[in-house]
């Protein structure tokens, strides 16, 4: 799956003079990334937050989950289907931009930045665990008004389950889930800035057999590349191209002369 789109926007701010802090965060693991300012999530107010390798976000303490006795175990290692019932305390006062599981192969880095206005959480060239040759970079932004800001780069998700949700109390049926895919029992999810909605990609096809055009690598890319291309411009204008759709019309409308009887 490859993304290149803004998921989900909400108070772009000014980020220019916070620093950018980058961390080293292990496979599995989390670290505690204090707020400026008061994050008000589901009801209650937040002064610090847990930055996961995973995709994840939380504001509980991972080592006593609202005083449950519960240790966080790093969120391992597949996204979580809550419509499906996906239950635990473990998933409780999280935002999951890309929660599936991830590692720092050597190229990975962490990253923060924030002040008063604004906290920033960098996920920058994440493997899939098992696939160094996969790149995952996005990033969340949560503001003192509660509202929050992700934005993907470049996503690649092969094998592993991936979810994109803000879960309050999972008890309570606190969340909202926003994508949830498992590729060996959905398929894949295709999805560009040149895609309106993301494309399904059904269990047994390949990206190549539903969106052609999607990669130089396909058998059929030029055909389909030069069609889309085509398409594209006769969308734009009917005059084109003889061939294209409304173009008689148009040219007789645009350049004959019809004289008055």
Not at 184 to 191: I, K, L, P
Not at 231 to 254: M, P, R, S
Request: overall charge negative; hydrophobic content about 35%; some cysteine.
């Amino acid at each position: 799956m490859v993304f290149l789109v803004s998921f989900f926007l909400l108070c772009s701010q000014s980020k220019a003079e916070a620093p950018v802090v980058e961390h080293q965060i292990g496979d599995d693991q989390w670290i505690e990334v204090p707020l400026d300012f008061t994050f008000p999530f589901y009801g209650n107010s937040y002064v610090t937050s847990f930055m996961f390798t995973n995709g994840v976000v939380g504001f509980l303490d991972p080592l006593d989950v609202a005083g449950s006795g519960y240790v966080y175990d790093g969120l391992c290692c597949s996204g979580q289907d809550f419509t499906g019932g996906a239950t635990g305390v473990r998933f409780h006062y999280t935002i999951m931009p890309w929660h599936t599981d991830l590692i720092d192969t050597g190229a990975g880095r962490f990253y923060t930045q924030g002040d008063s206005t604004y906290q920033k959480y960098m996920w920058q060239n994440l493997a899939e665990y098992y696939d160094a040759s996969t790149e995952n970079s996005f990033d969340l932004t949560i503001f003192p008004l509660g509202n929050i800001e992700i934005n993907y780069t470049e996503l690649e998700i092969d094998d592993h389950s991936v979810t994109v949700a803000v879960v309050g109390d999972l008890s309570a049926g606190q969340y909202t889930q926003w994508f949830y895919n498992h590729p060996s029992q959905d398929g894949a999810v295709f999805w560009n800035s040149q895609e309106d909605d993301p494309v399904e990609i059904s269990s047994g096809n390949s990206i190549c057999s539903v969106v052609p055009d999607s990669h130089i690598s396909c058998l059929y890319y030029p055909e389909a590349y030069a069609l889309a291309v085509y398409n594209q411009n006769c969308a734009a204008d009917a005059l084109y191209d003889i061939g294209c759709a409304g173009w008689e019309e148009l040219y007789y409308e645009t350049y004959v002369e019809v004289e008055e009887p």
